[in-house]
């Protein structure tokens, strides 16, 4: 008798047992951002790059000029709201002493369908949103065709990585930066490659 | 017949992707790996979505890329694993085996497993209690003679 019974109590538990391992792992799902990606170049080496500046004419940049100093690299564009949102953000770390390196991504530039670009353009239209929102950035990497972009894994903007000054890529973050996720995700590791406080 | 037809159809969904360009390629097996490729590495933009059936600009810049690859002769690992160092597994949509996915693979068999072990579990006790003993036998002869008794003395009551 005591022996069904035993039988009897773990044919009831084991559902339940499932039951309650589904139920965490649903009540995780609930929590877990799906437009979370991570580059797969997390841990390595800068890609190899050579791109012009936004702004100066016959200034060019690759990844040894990074070498030698932490720093941000985001990706924008003036087409993007979020970054609209999350630039003022960026020059408030910026006066606190963060380098941020922007990558201009040019989304509307096709190869196929439009034979030249209107740089001009695009200056007075960063001018004119860099007025309005401040500038955070020491200089821009002008990423035409995205290879850059390519080979770093972005999907879109804004996203932001950290580089240390071997160049190595130690986070990416998809979407908007602010004082939480700052606070959350960059600050730890910021503060433990400048070694101050911010 | 014809409703009926027509409410069962209704219930048939079908999927039709098309692929609006077309590319020259050398071969058709440069034109076959494009095709295989691009229905299988997943837009990092568009969820769910495989960079053949989206035209997010980063999915556009995944088929070029593949494109250009293929042109290479490149072979479909190299391709794959190239996308994967950029995107991480996420833009493959047959993801590998390893430590965190490993429960994919696992759980199913596990669960088949145990549903199967239950059943025959279940079966062996309930063939094992339900054997019929001399004492059983007994019990139902018992049964017999007094049911037939009880009938023979109702029917002569039933007589007078």
């Known amino acids: 008798m005591s022996d069904e019974n035993k039988n009897n109590k773990l044919m009831f538990s084991v559902p339940l047992i499932i039951f309650f391992l589904l139920c965490i792992f649903l009540f995780k799902g609930l929590f877990s951002n ?23 004419e016959n200034k060019t940049w690759s990844e040894k000029d990074l070498l030698g100093k932490v ?15 999350e630039l003022p953000y960026l020059t408030k770390l910026r006066e606190r002493g963060v380098e941020i390196i922007g990558l201009y ?20 239209e960063v001018s004119h949103m860099l007025d309005r929102t401040g500038n955070p ?8 065709n995205r290879s850059l972009a390519f080979d770093l894994g972005v999907s879109g903007a804004p996203e932001t990585f950290l580089v240390d000054s071997t160049g190595v890529i130690l986070l990416h973050h998809t979407g908007d930066l602010n004082e939480r996720t700052w606070r959350a995700k960059f600050a730890p590791k910021f503060t433990e490659l400048k070694e101050v406080k911010l | 017949m014809k409703y009926f037809l027509f409410v069962l159809l209704m219930g048939v969904s079908t999927v039709i992707l098309a692929v609006e360009e077309s590319h020259s390629f050398a071969n058709m097996q440069q034109a076959q790996l494009f095709k295989e490729l691009s229905l299988e590495l997943r837009c990092p933009k568009c969820q769910n ?3 053949a059936d989206s035209n997010a600009v980063v999915a556009k810049d995944l088929r070029d890329k593949v494109i250009e690859l293929v042109k290479l002769n490149k072979s479909k ?21 390893t430590a965190s996915t490993l429960v994919l693979w696992v759980v ?7 549903g199967f072990g239950s059943v025959i579990f279940r079966q062996k006790k309930s063939s094992t209690e339900q054997k019929w003993s001399v004492k059983d036998e007994a019990q139902l002869t018992k049964l017999i003679t007094q049911y037939q008794n009880n009938s023979v003395q109702v029917k002569q009551e039933s007589g007078q």
Request: hydrophobic share 40%; aromatic share 18%.
């Open chain 1, 34 to 56: 799906p437009r979370e990606l991570q580059t797969g170049r997390l841990g390595q080496e800068m890609p190899a790059f050579n791109l012009p500046d936004l702004m100066q």
């Open chain 1, 71 to 85: 720093y941000l690299i985001n990706v924008w564009g003036t087409w993007c709201t979020t970054c609209l949102v």
């Open chain 1, 105 to 124: 991504l040019e989304q509307g530039y096709d190869p196929d369908f439009d034979s030249e670009f209107n740089i001009q353009a695009l200056r007075n």
């Open chain 1, 137 to 144: 950035y020491q200089y821009n990497i002008f990423d035409l």
């Open chain 2, 49 to 51: 979505q495989n960079i």
């Open chain 2, 77 to 97: 690992d190299f391709i794959v694993d190239y996308m994967i160092d950029r995107y991480g597994y996420f833009v493959h949509y047959k993801p590998p085996v």
């Open chain 2, 108 to 114: 199913p068999v596990l669960f088949v497993l145990f």
